[in-house]
Structure formats: structure tokens, C-alpha cells
């Protein structure tokens, strides 16, 4: 699987928007770019994902180079339930059947104060 | 979506012991997909359940250490087999629906 980099952590204020970085030169043209958190005591949850337009849903917006090589997540309003791992990983789009877990890094840990 | 419960959700257990985990799942699901979480670290893929044939293990986990079972589509278990403090971890279950990787719960094992 391709890498990707991501600060080891960040921190904004509560009700501002958090862009969270994510770099992975070595992207292939088949990979997804997928977006997931973990809050503390849970297991990790699904956040959002794209190939390479921006994508939007109800949690957050995913704003994709135009050569890929790198990714934003962006919270528009930061909340305190917002507090989390946010993991960038790549997943190939051969795996889109589920054949083939997902490979974490290390993760951004987001702090928000209030 | 998914809703994924597993069982226990913690465990204390002594050097040398078993301990059997269960993921239940509310759909059928081809794969079930089983990590292990070290205090402080990333999620580490352990192995993939595929329902009717031997789970697939990743690099440095083999099966006699984690035996794995998936007698159905919504259920599997996943034994941590003589039991080191180094295992004290969190064990999490998962599956793939619809483009989405959904987690359990975890289940919290310390080992004295």
C-alpha cells in the first residue's frame, strides 16, 4: 500500500474549522483516499473518501490536489466531540470489494479547546 | 451500515490462559477483518476472515498464537492463545460494506 504522511497532532479552537493535512506522493492512480477517526475508547469510524474531485458529506469536506499528491480533511466547525485520531489512508480500487483490510499509520490526534 | 458487538469488552487475564473474543455482526458479510491496537499505537491488521476456509494471517501473526473461527456470515472468534503481558492490547473486529470499514466496539484485554 502506498504511505501517507500526517502531522502527529493538531489543535484548533471549538467552533472553528480544522483543516488536517494529508501527504502521499506515491499515490497510484487507482487509489481511493479514504478518511477515518477514532474517538477515544472506540473503535475507528468512517469519515469520507474520494478519488479525485472534492467530496462533501454531513461530517466533512475532502479537498484532493490536482496531481493527488496530497489531501485536506476539513472540519468546518470544530466541535469538542470532534476530538480524535484522523487516520488518511489509501485504498486501492481492486479492494472496493472488501477483500483486503485497512493499513493505518499513525494517525493526526486533534485537540480541541473550548 | 453496520453495527458490529463484541464480547467481552474487557478482560483481566494471568500469564499462560486463553481468552476467546466474539464479534457478532447485523449483516452477512463475506470478510470479517480482526486488529490488534498496542497502548498508544495505530491499528495493526491481524488477519481476514473469509466464512467456510482458514483465515489469512498478516506478517508476524500466525494462527497458532490467534486461532480464528467463522462458522457463519455474522460471526467470528479470535482466541489470544498463552497469554504474555505483551498482548495486552485492544483486539477489534471489522468488516467491508458498501465502501465503508466499520469497527467494533474493541475489545480492552490486560495480561498480568
Known amino acids: 500500500d502506498a504511505k501517507t504522511t500526517q502531522p502527529n497532532s493538531m489543535e484548533s479552537n471549538e467552533e472553528e474549522p480544522v483543516h488536517l493535512p494529508c501527504n502521499h506522493s506515491t499515490i497510484s492512480g487507482t487509489d481511493y483516499i479514504h478518511w477515518y477517526r477514532q474517538l477515544p475508547s472506540q473503535g475507528p469510524e468512517y469519515v469520507i473518501h474520494?478519488?479525485?474531485s472534492n467530496v462533501n458529506n454531513r461530517m466533512a469536506s475532502l479537498a484532493i490536489a490536482e496531481d493527488r499528491k496530497s489531501s485536506t480533511l476539513i472540519l468546518h466547525r470544530a466541535t469538542l466531540r470532534d476530538a480524535a485520531v484522523y487516520y488518511c489512508i489509501l485504498r486501492d480500487r481492486g479492494s472496493g470489494g472488501g477483500a483486503d483490510g485497512l493499513t493505518f499509520g499513525k494517525g493526526t490526534h486533534l485537540i480541541i479547546q473550548p | 451500515s453496520a453495527v458490529i458487538s463484541q464480547k467481552p469488552s474487557r478482560d483481566i487475564c494471568q500469564r499462560g490462559t486463553s481468552l476467546t473474543i466474539q464479534c457478532q455482526v447485523d449483516?452477512?458479510?463475506?470478510?470479517m477483518f480482526w486488529y490488534r491496537q498496542q497502548p498508544g499505537q495505530s491499528l495493526t491488521l491481524i488477519a481476514t476472515a473469509n466464512q467456510g476456509s482458514e483465515a489469512t494471517y498478516e506478517s508476524g501473526f500466525v494462527i497458532d498464537k490467534f486461532p480464528i473461527s467463522r462458522p457463519n456470515l455474522t460471526f467470528s472468534t479470535l482466541t489470544v492463545s498463552n497469554m504474555s503481558p505483551e498482548d495486552s492490547s485492544i483486539y477489534l473486529c471489522?468488516?467491508?460494506?458498501?465502501?465503508?470499514?466499520?469497527f467494533g466496539p474493541g475489545t480492552r484485554l490486560t495480561v498480568l
Open positions: 471489522s468488516v467491508h460494506l458498501a465502501s465503508e470499514q466499520f
Open positions: 449483516s452477512q458479510v463475506t470478510m
Open positions: 474520494g478519488l479525485t
